[in-house]
């Protein structure tokens, strides 16, 4: 006989991860310790993933909807400006929407021990989005022609993901347009 899987289970699963990682880390974090925040049994887990990373990738996975709208502005051509506005619109959009989550993505993104093979692999999806922001800023004379794609990677990532975790528990939300307007500004600053 079939088990029925319970998508409440798995949704506590999914949130018990996200809160372990960003407390612990990733190394800190072990199917036992998932398991009893969420309430569930290990075997029940094992169930539905049969490791931490397979986890961890589902749920870098179905929520990898802003990698896949940050390529569609790369294929319409778009200014080097106007992608790292959405990119940041997004950001917020999601720190505003689903705190955990974006912590969660905050943690994964500088945690150097989560180098399982998903971030490998988005690495090269994340180098290729890069490299069309970087080509669109030279062609456009928004960025400097000497900046390198690891120096476009540091900028993208490191300002508006620290601005994120710097402002996420703060009682004033300063995830607005004029805030998104201002760290594209200084993004592009940095890379002329």
């Known amino acids: 006989m079939a088990r029925i899987t319970d998508p409440k289970k798995l949704e506590r699963i999914k949130k018990a991860t996200m809160e372990l990682v960003v407390k612990c ?21 094992y169930r539905h993933y049969s490791s931490k990373d397979e986890l961890i990738e589902d749920l870098v996975e179905s929520n990898s909807e802003l990698l896949k709208n940050m390529f569609k502005m790369l294929d319409e051509k778009s200014t080097a400006e106007k992608i790292i506005f959405s ?37 090269k999806e994340i180098n290729r989005l890069i490299s069309g922001i970087l080509k669109q800023g030279i062609k456009n004379n928004e960025i400097n022609s000497k900046t390198t794609l690891e120096e476009v990677k540091l900028v993208i990532f490191t300002i ?20 998104v307007k201002r760290l594209t500004e200084i993004c592009l600053n940095a890379l002329k």
């Not at 990119?87 to 912590?103: E, G, R, S, Y």
């Not at 993901?161 to 004029?178: H, V």
């Open 25 to 45: 880390g990733y190394n800190g974090v072990s199917i036992s310790n998932i398991a009893k925040k969420a309430k569930v049994s290990n075997g029940y887990l």
């Open 87 to 123: 990119f940041i619109n997004m950001l917020f959009t999601v720190a505003t929407d689903d705190p955990i989550l974006a912590k969660f993505f905050y943690t994964l993104v500088f945690d150097q021990s989560y180098e399982i093979k998903k971030r490998r692999d988005n690495n």
């Open 160 to 179: 508006p993901f620290t601005y994120i975790a710097m402002n996420l528990d703060s009682e004033e939300n300063k995830f607005n347009e004029r805030e």
